[in-house]
């Protein structure tokens, strides 16, 4: 399966959606316990999750040289500038003098990786296998074409089809006309106006229903815009 390229980004058509590595940890009750935990204490158990993240994209980047989805998203979580936790050889390091805040946020996005089931290798591959199956079904797909399926496409569908926006709009679209639109609308980095005209087009159906609009917005948000 030949994915389109973003011209601003060689991460494209990956999707960068939360859902599949948000495993419990991160919840509002361990956010309101890291707010109550001193800082002194919440530095000391981020500096170990940080060892901890760094072993394991040591590991994941003798198979993956281009990094993972997991990987990928951490680096977009960590290198903001808010928190400047993303080092220029791919690998997360505190910087000094962080606030509670800033703390926070790197801790959760640790977290959240470490319980990533894409970032592992054995993760990585059950989910290329699962989403193979899953792709050849919902994009009529045959064996020839399933085994072009590269492991950011199944991490990609892995996240859409677990979407509820997303399989929304596929009952209304259809699964290949939606996933065109969305590689497109990348390509030609659409406006949210650009995208819902471009899904009438694909899918030939008017984006009037307002519930039906609000989801392809989130669509939008979600895996088109800034990709």
Known sequence: MRRKKNKKSTY???GTGSKIIHTGHGSVAKERRN???PKKDLEKDTR????E???RLNTLERSYKSGTWASKRLKNKLGTFKVRAWTKSGRVRLRSNLSKAQLTAIHKALTNFLNSKT?????IEDVKRKQIEKIKERLSLDDEEAEEVTDEDAEFFYDMFGDNDFDDLTEKIGASALQAAIEDAIEANDSEDMFLQRLEWYG???MQDLDLREKAIRVYNKYVKDR
Request: aromatic content about 0%; cysteine-free; charged content about 35%.
């Open 204 to 206: 030939g159906v008017e």
């Open 119 to 123: 970032s592992t290798k054995r993760g």
């Open 53 to 55: 993240v760094n072993a």
């Open 35 to 37: 707010r109550g935990t």
């Open 12 to 14: 494209v058509s990956k």
């Open 48 to 51: 170990k999750l940080v060892r």
